[in-house]
């Protein structure tokens, strides 16, 4: 006697030939592989987030249809923002400094009861060193070591690592060149890295970021994403925030109410249906910090000043009021260089989120500084969508 279970299904012989009963086999057969199947394809492809802050790549990756296993990252607060927005237990607190790393993040992906398909991270390059082609494996370097260390350790069908410009550059390009070589032993096919600017992909915002990106060789390769718009076409600061009220005489709660419907596309777009206005509470200035500002006209910056005044700050971005008709300057973690286009003040985390590309929806948790801090670390999600989609196309078979 055969005892056979398939799908459930327990088929019995009694040591005979039988049609109906390899008819009935097969037939079981076929069911069971086309269930396997469309599970399969109605599966979105896993990723995980190393140092995700508090989700900018993430954000991004999902509208892009990547479903999220869990980010990670040691800052407690951008964990909080993380969990408010993609669920609880989304984001796992992990030192990637930590000699344990490794198995913490196989032992978590291992709970998820799925495989992982893509890598992504945004590790920090501050105290990067490299003496040395082999010096690469400074301890110094153990951040992004980490993420060589996942990629080899899961095989994911593709990575990606942002970083700032600069990191191109460091040690006369040979920390690039040294990071691509390693995934290249790894199996990966890496595409030229690239500095995207997240205007040309509809961002209204100047913001250069490297991108390296690599897929597993025996599954394709990398394109970087056609930019969507150009000079003529960047979506503006005005596009982007003029229907958010002034905090003129006021300044906010962190959830409102909007005043007025939408004025712009981008707007539209970006107020995703959020029933409240998040986190657009004003700071407040000194009377002299406001009587310099109001001195700045729209574009210019502290060389527009006259002699005497605003004196204490004279870098480049130092006063430097936005355009209402182009991108902003790169949102950066709170340092109140930068203010509004109109109104005499620096943009509320809402206005920079906006300018970062975080939908309303998108709430950030924390302090005024911690809220700040992580909208200026953000990759902005939108570019990250437009890379999440490239890649997509480079994994889908
Ligand atoms: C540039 S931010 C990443 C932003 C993120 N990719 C996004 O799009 O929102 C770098 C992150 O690395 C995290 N980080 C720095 N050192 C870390 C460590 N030793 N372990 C885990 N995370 C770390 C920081 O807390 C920060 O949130």
Redesign the pocket.
Known sequence: MIDRHIGGKFLLTMGRSDDSLSHNYVFYLIKILKVTVKQKKSQKPTFI????????????LQDAGFELLFG????IP?LKTYEHNFGAGKGAS?????KN?LKEIEKRVHQTGRSLDVV?????CQGFSLTGPRNFDDPRN??YL?VFGVVKKFKPKAFLI?NVKGMRALYGGAVVEEIVSRFKKLGYNVSPPRVLTAADYGVPQIRERLFIVGVRDDIGEFNFPMPTHNSLTYVSCEDAIGDLPSREGEFGIEVDEYQGSSQSDYQEYIRNDSKKLFNHVATKHTELVKSVIKLVPEGKNHKSLPPGVGESRKFNEAWTRYHSKKPSKTIDTGHRNHFHYKWHRVPTVRENARLQSFKDTFEFIGTRTQQN??VG?????LL?YCLGKQIKKSIKN
């Open positions: 987030d190393m140092f995700c802050g508090c989700g900018g790549i993430t954000a991004g990670i990252d040691h800052d951008s992990i030192d990637l400094f930590n790393y992504v991270a945004g590790p920090p153990q951040l980490s942002e801090k992580q670390n953000a990759v902005p999600p990250a």
